[in-house]
């Protein structure tokens, strides 16, 4: 009998292992995984952190007992792989808690090694203290809230990196009374995600909220005492605190990939074929640790979202199972809520597109959710990116107190996923009622202003 | 100087004059309206009769000034044309008030007469009595709404056909406190908008509400008292009122147009090109007289809708003016919210694939807004038709207790505008965040169940 060996038991692992063993039940499925979770939602962290969620088992998609009972899928929990001897078809496992070691085949064997955060590698000294955490699994989620929930009301928070994680963080530990600080090494926050007066109106919403925010402020270090880190070291002087939640960063998990020679990308990510094969046979790879193809430049990318590592898991799995599936790449939609603010991208930024090789140009607007006359209407800001030369949609970004920011961004998206142009934006056929949207939304008012230096009549992209 | 004269001042006539006279500054450009309204929503009139509109006035997008002082329009209004000399470029109009009339030249005319009401032909009794309202202007919901406010606190109020409309109008009158009854000659409400499964939803919704929802019940005519109309009979017996609302559907005004010999087409609105261009030179046509391609099956599809109206109004304007612009059609997007319940589709449904020759499937899932361990989480029901020959998407329908229904349903209206497939669907790169979406979206969810049919690779549609 045939044996998959998925290494890793996160969102693109258990979607390719499940997928594999529906499709082709007489395959042997063994899923090895460090923790003692499987399927889990760190993007549920934040959440948990905040009391939202109540129950850590409550980030996983289902309980470990769908997989080995209902799918039949051999799950060896606290697991690691330590080694990969690839032409012979082997594996060493090693039961993390006692030590023992042992071999295990397999003939297929799949890589969601998922990303690992930068924040020890920056800063060594984190081991060090009981207080700095960085949440890169739920058991430091459930590490953090218990010591966040034994500090008093008012104690102090600090949170370095202003990414989106550490902008929910921010808020879920302000709704619990901390006195929040958010630290940025870069000039605003989102960097990298947003452009600048987006992220400026996050900030001033953060402010008003009551949280502090720092930014242009690189940390050089921690202050630790017996055990404890007391402050954050910045270029801007010393932020005092109680507990530190570091956020600076991810990067795919490929030393397991590298040891055995797989093929790593220009991004740094395991590189893979739209099979989601690696450069080695037999070898696939999803998810986190896992670059892909941007659909708008065409270029290579690393987007550690889960959203795509499910989809991975999901083709990677059929291919195993010799049902040809292909994942043709992503647009890069992001999106995120702190506190009632909405924020969502998608595909380029006109800086990302120059870089791309195209010639981008932009509108900017403000508009609203409703009709002009139906109570509740929430104004929303909205820009909308470009080729001049062709009329090719480039990319969105998107801000308001609206769940419906995301959704404009979505149809945005849609139309990228297509190699749409700025016409069919204009064309796009959006329902219209007044408690539900304005009869000339924002994103069709976009495209009649980018339109107004493209003509009126579509050209071929 | 060149003149354009615009028969009807509502969307599709003020887009278009002012598109036209934005473009060519020295086109003189009259717009001649029958009522005392220009640019008016008559969308909005089910919210101004449950006073979540307050003045009349809010249901117009712009005051009158901003034509005729900021646009350089000229606005005649309680004006209307009577006969048209399309060989000698001449239109003879009318006073409504004083019934005075007098020639006007043109050498554009753009029709832009909108839809009526069947009511008055179905049931000619109407204007014998006082209690009897078709919303078929802004005019008729200030009297309708100043009747149903003079009326006590649990008065009955019955409203004839189950349009969205109707639907609509039932929930303002109930909030009003109303006791409302709805009678619909088919057998479910919103009839020819949704299948009947997402129907009887909204029936539950609307009875929950105390609402009550008689279907497969023709009016057969109005019981009429001393000017006041008593009673509906129906052939379920006689339902008796306070006030009547007649929404039983409404049909374009093409009385104009075929007047001067421009061609009708087969959905029996007026005939345009995608220029909106009559079949007589110089005479354009837009908005809710005026049929137009479905982009889905290609056929022609008449849909008196703001939406397109606008667009259509653009598209004339900017062609009128010397700038080409063309208006290749629509896919069909509906939507409106009744209660708590939004309710959406876009395409065809299985029926109508059926119909204009394809061969549809369909799936139905049950699915939720954000992810499953975040509160607030809103159970959604989609439903999406694809082709089984080719995998393209033909169409989707969706209900549930938020605003992102009509927004997932516009993701797919993103899609059929450019003519995609489930495969697009699958990959579009919708954005992840637990507080906003879940990870599998439903719409991703809803292609990986088409997929199985289909296979996991996408072909060419």
Not at 34 to 44: H, K, N, P, Q
Not at 53 to 64: A, F, G, H, I, Q
Not at 96 to 99: E, R
């Given at each position: 009998m045939a044996q998959l060996l998925v290494v890793g038991g996160g969102a693109a692992g258990m979607a390719a292992a499940s997928r594999a063993k529906r499709l082709k039940k007489d395959l042997e499925v063994v899923v090895v995984e460090?923790?003692?979770?499987?399927?889990?939602?760190?993007?549920?962290m934040p959440y948990y952190l905040g009391c939202v969620?109540?129950?850590?088992?409550?980030?996983?998609?289902?309980?470990?007992s769908e997989f080995t009972e209902k799918r039949g899928i051999k799950v060896l929990l606290e697991?690691?792989?330590?080694?990969?001897d690839y032409s012979g078809r082997k594996a060493v496992i090693r039961d993390?808690?006692?030590?023992g070691e042992k071999e295990i085949e397999w003939d297929y064997l799949l890589l969601a090694t998922g990303a690992k955060s930068k924040a020890h590698r920056f800063?060594?000294?984190?081991?060090?203290?009981?207080?700095?955490?960085?949440?890169?699994h739920l058991d430091v989620a459930e590490e953090a809230r218990r010591y966040a929930l034994s500090l008093g009301h008012g104690a102090r928070a600090v949170i370095v990196g202003a990414g989106y994680v550490g902008l929910e963080v921010a808020e879920n530990l302000a709704s619990l009374g901390f006195k929040v600080t958010v630290i940025e090494a870069l000039g605003q926050v989102a960097p990298r995600v947003l452009d600048p007066e987006f992220a400026s109106e996050i900030k001033e919403h953060l402010e008003e909220k009551g949280v502090e925010v720092l930014t242009n402020a690189p940390v050089k270090g921690f202050k630790i005492v017996d055990g404890k880190a007391v402050a954050v070291e910045t270029e801007k002087g010393n932020i005092e605190g109680d507990i530190f939640i570091v956020g600076v960063g991810i990067e795919p998990n490929v030393d397991l990939a590298r040891r055995i020679g797989v093929k790593i990308g220009e991004t740094g990510a395991i590189w893979v074929d739209e099979h989601m094969r690696t450069s080695l046979r037999d070898v696939y790879a999803a998810g986190d640790a896992v670059e892909h193809t941007d659909l708008v430049s065409g270029k290579r990318t690393w987007r550690p979202f889960a959203q795509i590592a499910n989809k991975m898991g999901y083709v990677a799995g059929s291919n195993i199972a010799g049902r040809e599936a292909v994942f043709p790449g992503s647009v890069g939609t992001s999106t995120f809520k702190v506190f009632d603010l909405v924020v969502a991208r998608t595909g380029l930024s006109e800086e990302e597109a120059k870089e791309a090789g195209f010639k981008p140009f932009s509108v900017s607007l403000q508009g609203g959710?409703?009709?002009?006359?139906?109570?509740?209407?929430v104004p929303i800001k909205l820009k909308v990116v470009a080729d001049e030369d062709t009329g090719k949609l480039l990319g969105a970004q998107a801000i308001g107190a609206s769940e419906t920011v995301l959704w404009r961004i979505n149809v945005v998206a849609a139309l990228l996923t297509t190699g749409a142009t700025v016409w069919d934006l204009f064309y796009t056929d959006i329902g219209y009622a007044p408690p539900l949207a304005p009869v000339w939304d924002p994103l069709i008012t976009a495209a009649r202003l980018l339109m107004r230096k493209l003509g009126e009549k579509p050209r071929k992209a």
């Open positions: 460090r923790t003692r979770w499987v399927s889990f939602a760190l993007c549920g969620v109540k129950r850590l088992s409550d980030l996983t998609y289902y309980p470990l697991t690691e792989v330590v080694d990969i993390v808690k006692n030590g800063f060594p000294e984190i081991k060090e203290a009981s207080n700095i955490f960085v949440l890169s959710t409703r009709a002009h006359y139906i109570p509740g209407r």
